[in-house]
């Protein structure tokens, strides 16, 4: 009886996670150095992911009945979980990035934002940049005609003043 309520509250720590999470990214970590897995810990948790290694048959049993359930069919095999909360890009993000170093790492499903995704699928979906980052280009494209607009209006106001 003891074990089942052990295994309660890993499923109940996994739901508060998942109640919480804008998207959830599924990693093969085997063979990862742990001087490899610590730095990559690290940068996930500065980034406010919570990375955390669970059995598959708990995640399998938090799923159950959640927006999440479509990532049953991807849980075999050594699985390590990445939580988003604020962007749901930036845990694939990171992972993303630290596989370009990390040949070992690899994607094995994730859902961001109610939609799931296989290994391929994530691969795509990592490339994108962040929210933050494509409103920042975004805002520099309206910036550029602008600036280059009010320096013609101000070189044409100067050449008028010169003439007079």
Do not use: C, H, W
């Amino acid at each position: 009886m003891a074990k089942i309520a052990e295994k309660q509250v890993v499923v109940n720590e996994i739901k508060e996670k998942l109640e919480k999470a804008t998207s959830v990214v599924v990693v093969n970590a085997r063979g990862l150095t742990v001087e490899e897995d610590t730095k990559l810990r690290k940068s996930l948790r500065e980034a406010g992911v919570d990375y955390k290694v669970y059995k598959n048959t708990m995640m399998t049993l938090a799923v159950k009945d959640t927006a999440f359930e479509g990532l049953t069919q991807f849980l075999e095999g050594p699985s390590a979980f990445a939580f988003s909360y604020d962007d749901a890009m930036t845990a694939a993000g990171i992972l993303n990035k630290a596989m370009k170093d990390l040949k070992v790492l690899e994607f094995k499903a994730g859902m961001i934002e109610g939609t799931v995704y296989d290994a391929a699928g994530m691969k795509a979906v990592a490339g994108i940049p962040s929210r933050d980052v494509l409103l920042s280009k975004l805002l520099g494209s309206f910036k550029s005609p602008m600036s280059s607009f009010a320096r013609v209006i101000s070189q044409i106001a100067e050449k008028n003043a010169a003439a007079e």
